[in-house]
């Protein structure tokens, strides 16, 4: 058979609020332009982000009924850190609330002023904890990695030379390494194997910890298992540990591949560095045993990273951004190239050619959305980043949530206003706040064309 179906059935459903074109115009206006700002039961679609919007499984839910809520020494976290230690044999895993919880704990420890911390690309609540902590986040992706329609199986990877270059004058200054699997903020790409332990040598030849941004491993770990030679016959397990047996530690963001709600961990070997860890979190997440979590949320995501190793739950998640990706590039709309795990990139640049930079084509691309078909998505371009290296708008897939008649009606949507394009106009921003703009900045239209629509 060819069909593809997604692998479960639906126990629960959600209402989705039907609203028209005229209404989300008038919602938009309100917003100021930025969807951020829009009710949730105002949007149709929701492909804001794949971050804390899985569907929860009948094994996750049973779960959370047999959470432990102890304060101290909850069998839930010992279920939660077990799982963790299987997968990535790291000896000391701490929860923590969500991913840019493990970020800002982990950065005001080892970040400071003069320092530079290379990765493939932040993301950008990794790069904010960072500066915030007056260090340097450096990009080193390779080139291929910038340049959307390019095809190549690993655009995640880092540029080795450009690292050990950097890294043989800089070490003295490099507190820590790091590299995002897969690259988000590069569209979802994978990393190699090799590639990750090639980054491992180089960190390691100047004793310079090596971390993992571990938000979706499991999707990293597919794509290896379907395009690196030697690892085909591997389970999707096994790769992951393979893949963390080169690093020292990890952040993660158990909101994506832990397939829950809420969530998030530092794991790592070094006893004295998981000692200040352990001391500072206490400050503000709570108690190491629980981090931030209830016990049910840390029952919930021990089950839910078990089952996101599950090959015919990742083959089905793959899938579904690359059937989007076909539709799109048959419709002549430029998208990175191949797709990544978790979301759709459309490169705006091309998508609004007319458009200059300074007018956020890609905003003004998940303005269009929103309004022609209530589609929410996010822009990753000029707003979000100073000089990005690609200006591109996001629709990443919620786990488990969609099924292939919403992908094809976003389709539709985003093809329909593929052929009004000439129509778009620009956007300028009226108000931004002083870190993460994207969030809350408000726009307005450049020009009458925007306003009388
Ligand atoms: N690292 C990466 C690669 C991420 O994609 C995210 C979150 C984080 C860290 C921070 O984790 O949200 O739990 O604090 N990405 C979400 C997204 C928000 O939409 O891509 P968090």
Known sequence: MKTLFEPFKIKVVEHIRETTEAERTTLLK??????????????????????????????????????????????????????????????????THQGRAAERILFS????????????THFDTTRANIEFNKAEALDLVIPEGKIPELVHPFKGNIDLEKLSAFVEKNYKHIPLGMITITNNSGGGQPISMSN?????????????????????????AYFIKLREKGYESKSILEISQEMFSYANGCTMSAKKDGLVNTGGFLALNDDALAEKIKN?????????????????????LAVGLQEVLEENYLRYRLRTAEYMGEKLLAAGVSIIQPTGGHAVYIDAKHFYSHIPLHEFPAQALVCSLYKKGGIRSVEIGSVMFQNPAMELVRLA???????QSHFDYAIEVIIECFKERDTACGLKIIWEPPFLRHFSAQFEPVSKVHQSQ
């Not at 917003?31 to 929860?56: Q, R």
């Not at 040598?201 to 090596?210: D, G, H, L, R």
Request: charged share 25%; proline share 5%; glycine share 6%.
């Open 30 to 95: 309100k917003a100021h332009y930025n969807p951020f700002m829009i009710k949730a039961e105002d949007v149709l679609i929701d492909f804001l982000t794949d971050s804390g919007t899985a569907a929860m499984s009948d094994h996750q839910w049973a779960a959370i009924m047999e959470g432990d809520e102890s304060y101290a020494g909850s069998s839930s976290f010992y279920h939660f850190e077990k799982v963790v230690k299987e997968i990535t044999g790291f000896k000391h895993v701490i929860p």
């Open 109 to 120: 420890i080892i970040a400071k002023t003069g320092d530079i911390i290379p990765n493939n």
């Open 196 to 220: 990750l332990r090639e980054t491992s040598y180089i960190f390691k030849k100047y004793k310079i910890p090596f971390f993992i941004d571990a938000c979706r491993f499991a999707e990293n």
């Open 280 to 300: 500072l979190s206490i400050l503000t997440e709570g108690f190491p045993t629980y981090g931030g979590m209830t016990g049910r949320d840390l029952n919930a």
């Open 397 to 403: 897939f919620p786990r488990r949530t969609y099924t």
